[in-house]
Structure formats: C-alpha cells, structure tokens
C-alpha cells in the first residue's frame, strides 16, 4: 500500500525568500504524485502533478515540483514566495494500479511573513 | 453546477444519531470521492464511485460508515451512532473518470461534523 510523509508540518519564512516543502512516498508499484493547496476558509485545489516524463513539472503560481524516484522523493518549491502563499500544503500520491485511490500526507502550513 | 456541493456545511448531532452527508459532483463527472480530514491531519480516504461499477469501499472506518450513489449523480455519506471519533470535514470530489490520473480532482468546500 502506498504512504505519504510530508517531512515538515510547519514552515515559516519571509517574504521573497525561496521556500521548498518536502515529501516522500512509498509504494511498490509505479506512482503519481499531486500537490494540493488549501487556502485559509477555501476548498482543495491542484498546484501541480506528475504523472511520467519529465521530472520537473510546473504549477499554477510559480510552484514546482521535482519527481525523483531513487530517493522516493517529490519535493515543492518556489523561488520567492508571497504573502498570499501562506495556505496549508497537502502532498498525494495514487497508485497506476489503482488511481482513483489517493494517498494524503498530514499536510505542511506554510506561513510566509511580512 | 459549476463546482461540487455539499451540505450541510456545518453539522453539530448528539453522539449515537445518524447523520446524513450530501453531495453534488460537477455535472458530467463520473468519479465521486469521499474524504475525511480530521483536525490538523491530512485526508484519510473513505470510498469513490466510477460510474456504474462496485464502488471501492475500501477506506470506510467501521460498518458504521456507508455511502451511495444514487443515478451516477449526488451522492449520500451515512454515519450511523455517530461517536465523537467521527468529528472531521468531509470532503467530497469529482472528476471525469477515475482510471486516467491525468483528470484534476475538483474538492467541495466540506462538511464539518461535531459529535457532541
């Protein structure tokens, strides 16, 4: 069965700094891996996912993310945060057998300040 | 719809009630999950419907817990003797379909159960 760890359950950093949320996974059988972010008082909404290919993948909001699957291992990052990025981040990962069934860390709050 | 809908979004029940759950998935989206986050933890899978076939149940806490689907539309979440345990946000989602993982899942803002 797959698991998620999300290493940090809080991050506090300054404005414009550069900011990386970690995540590992465990599963025996191949993967994709999603990043959701929760907004104070709003709904679960996709950042980004890997689903195959490249390693680097894009999100909405200047995110990223990067698949590595010798270190089980998909860590996101921005280069400078804002103070709108502050939301509580959730990394998942489902199974190619089974992908309707997703697997959810405990979450990382991300709070950026002035 | 224009997003998934649930209700009610605030639910307070006596310990040992039964309690229903609602949701509304985006129209067209044969995929329906249930989720429930409780506090300061991430999401625990509950069950998810693809269509027409078997739902996988295979996330429901006790047999306390049932869902169903009615039409491949709304679906209800059931808790029966509720215990204080059960207190979370219940999330419901939808998507396209569930068997390509390329479908964004699109989350309902929740309903938060207090077991009193």
Known sequence: ?114 | GAGVSQSPSNKVTEKGKDVELRCDPISGHTALYWYRQSLGQGLEFLIYFQGNSAPDKSGLPSDRFSAERTGGSVSTLTIQRTQQEDSAVYLCASSYNSWNPGNTIYFGEGSWLTVV
């Not at chain 1, 993310?65 to 709108?84: C, D, G, M, Y």
């Open chain 1, 1 to 114: 069965a797959q698991s998620v760890t999300q290493l940090d359950s809080q991050v506090p950093v300054f404005e414009e700094a550069p900011v990386e949320l970690r995540c590992n996974y465990s599963s025996s059988v191949s993967v994709y891996l999603f990043w959701y972010v929760q907004y104070p008082n709003q709904g679960l909404q996709l950042l980004l996912k890997y689903l195959s290919g490249s390693t680097l993948v894009k999100g909405i909001n200047g995110f990223e993310a990067e698949f590595n699957k010798s270190q089980t291992s998909f860590h996101l990052r921005k280069p400078s945060v804002h103070i709108s990025d502050t939301a509580e981040y959730f990394c998942a990962v489902s199974e190619s057998t089974n992908a309707g069934k997703s697997t959810f860390g405990d979450g990382t709050t991300l709070t950026v300040k002035p």
